[in-house]
């Protein structure tokens, strides 16, 4: 068998249909990625028909593209990688039922990817704009963070992930997008948070941190949210408006908080100054002028890849895959979607 080394992979788990080329020393060769914002737009949140349906529109038309861009076929390809979990059943069947077709017809070995790995991998992906710092590696704390999970990791190394610290209720993107909903900014919402935030005062309003200043890794946006809820029906549309800036800015500061201060507690119970900030709210500006200036104030390295590789990409499960695959590890035909990590994914040890 060929040695593992260019992997091609598939992403397809929510509404971003993603294809990536990566070698094996992390470089991604080529990742083009499809998005779906406006198809999901009018409904305020991802509907999963016309999640699956636009990724069995995109994904051939994708992977061709990438292919060509890379200036490689299928010959020079000796891996395969998909994600398989967890993630909505209808999107990850797309992609998965097209890595086996293509695993069958060019005889190429195929590895199913849990998803989150692959966000706790991102910090290695390199390309001719970016590259992660030289000195970097295991053991790391990594906090990834998007619109469907909030979660912080001990990395010991490749393979052995456990849990340390998770959000109770909602995830944050999920509290800034139904924030986002209910001031009326539209869909996606973090982003639109983050802009009306930055003419905004932060100290303007006073939103609940649960859990924040416990001594523990737990997190809570549940409360945050309905504690907006009743802020803004009580101000009602046109006050809202009169103020959304100071409302965002605010809003946005208690997430942030709450974020850097579990950090910052994580490396101290780990005695760990390695951060790895992943996931879509990473694109968050305050969120990252943050921890800048925590990992400036208490020596910490903290890395957050470029926005192509935090937010839901295919050059982190290809890269994922590749190490599986150099491993020996390979899926199958049987090789199904999952709602859920699998049991084995991840440890818990939650503090
Ligand atoms: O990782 P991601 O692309 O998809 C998953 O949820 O897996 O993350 C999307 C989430 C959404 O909740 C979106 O509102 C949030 O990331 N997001 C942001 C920003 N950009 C995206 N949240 C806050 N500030 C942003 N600039
Ligand atoms: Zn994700």
New binding site residues.
Partial sequence: MKPIECVLAVETS?D?TSVAIVKDSGYVVCQVSAHQDLAHAPYGGIVPEIASRNHSVALLPLITHVLEKAQLNWSQINGLAVTNRPGLIGSLIVGIMTIKTISQAYDIPLIGVNHLEGHLLAPFLKDDQYAPPQVFNYPYLALAV????TSLYWVAEFGQYTVVGTTKDDAA??A??KFAKMAGLGY????Q??RFAQNGNTAAYDFPRSLAIEDNLMMSFSGLKSSAQRMLEKMGPEEVLKNRGDLCASFQEAIVDILVKKMIRASERFNCKKIVLT???S???RLRAQFQAVALKHNFQVVIPPLRY???NAAMIAYTGLLKLQRGEKSDLTLGPSSQSFENDFKFDLQ
């Fill in positions: 929510c971003d998007s619109g469907g999970h993107g999920e800034f997008d996606p919402g973090g982003a948070v983050d996931g879509g709210v694109a968050n500006t935090c937010t839901d």
